[in-house]
């Protein structure tokens, strides 16, 4: 039982409103630095109450940066992104709970280890891969001799050759697969009733009807809570679309343009050009978390079925 204390709720609401405080802290000084002029953000200490120069600052920050386009490739890249881990996680979680093969634990065993190796472990082999994504085949091909044997035979050399550099699917098709969303789909699917799965066999549902018309009604909240986490996480991606990415005007992201705001060594430091470009950049994803909150939580915390 819990007692009710009025010096407990002080010190609760006290600790609650010191840690708002400093959720919120720098995202006041990004829209207090966004506001200022070139003046008054460079005074130290930082005024910490907004000016009038916003609208210019980020007029300024969306033409330096050529942010128009640039947010454009990261919504398509975000969104597709978000839709394939999706996809291959809930696909990928109903095969290892609902489809009985010996080798299926292994198979998660292995996906959920990969929660250990982030992207900057594997980015070498991973861009190998996005430089030929066929170099894989090509290899067993020759390990095998058919590529030696088809140009003894016919005098053409096979040469399989998928370059996804500068394109959308090597910002997408590499970042699709998720350990997280699969161990998070595996969890639900487990508590789902052997009865319901019984009754849709006795009503005649194969494996495809049961998974559509039943799994993923059910699942609806956990897939929003997992495509907002997915969204934020692809559209806050750095290094991997500057690594795959050279040609910048048409497939460059907001957060590798975000960089040419920054101020040079020996250049005119603008922070308050930059934190206003920073503004416009943090806008899409806390508004597709302010949106998607109530299912957010939802989703981590419910268990109704």
């Given at each position: ?34 506001s ?44 597709c ?58 290899s ?30 090597g ?19 487990m ?21 559509f ?25 750095y ?12 497939y ?54």
């Amino acid at each position: 039982m819990i007692e009710r204390s009025p010096l407990f709720d002080y010190i609760t609401y006290g600790v609650m409103i010191l840690g708002l405080v400093i959720i919120v802290m720098p995202f006041w000084i990004v829209f207090v630095g966004a506001s200022l002029s070139l003046p008054e953000v460079s005074r130290v200490p930082m005024a910490l109450w907004p000016s009038d120069h916003l609208w210019e600052n980020l007029t300024k920050a969306w033409t330096r940066a050529d942010l128009g386009p640039k947010l454009i490739n990261t919504l398509i890249v975000a969104t597709c992104v978000t839709i394939g881990k999706i996809t291959i996680a809930a696909f990928t979680a109903f095969s290892i709970v609902f489809f009985n093969y010996r080798s299926r634990m292994v198979v998660f065993w292995l996906i959920f280890i990969t929660l250990m190796l982030p992207l900057e472990v594997r980015i070498v082999p991973t861009y190998s891969i996005a430089a030929n994504a066929l170099q894989p085949f090509q290899s067993i091909l020759d390990w095998l001799g058919i590529t030696g044997l088809v140009e003894t035979v016919s005098g053409i050399r096979i040469a399989m050759n998928w370059n996804l550099l500068n394109s959308y699917s090597g910002l997408i098709l590499p970042l699709v697969a998720t350990a997280t969303g699969t161990f998070l789909y595996r969890q639900f699917f487990m508590t789902v009733p052997d009865e319901l799965v019984e009754a849709s066999k006795m009503d005649g549902s194969g494996p495809m009807r049961f998974f559509f018309d039943v799994l993923i009604p059910l699942s609806r909240t956990n897939m929003l809570a997992l495509a907002t986490i997915m969204f934020v996480s692809s559209w806050n991606q750095y290094l991997w679309p500057l690594l795959v990415t050279t040609d910048r005007p048409n497939y460059g992201t907001v957060m590798m343009e975000l960089k040419s705001l920054i101020p040079a060594q020996n250049g005119m430091p603008e922070w308050n050009v930059t934190m206003a470009g920073a503004l416009i950049v943090m806008l899409p994803p806390l508004l597709v978390v302010a949106f998607m909150q109530r299912w957010f939580v939802r989703g981590l915390i419910s268990k109704d079925k």
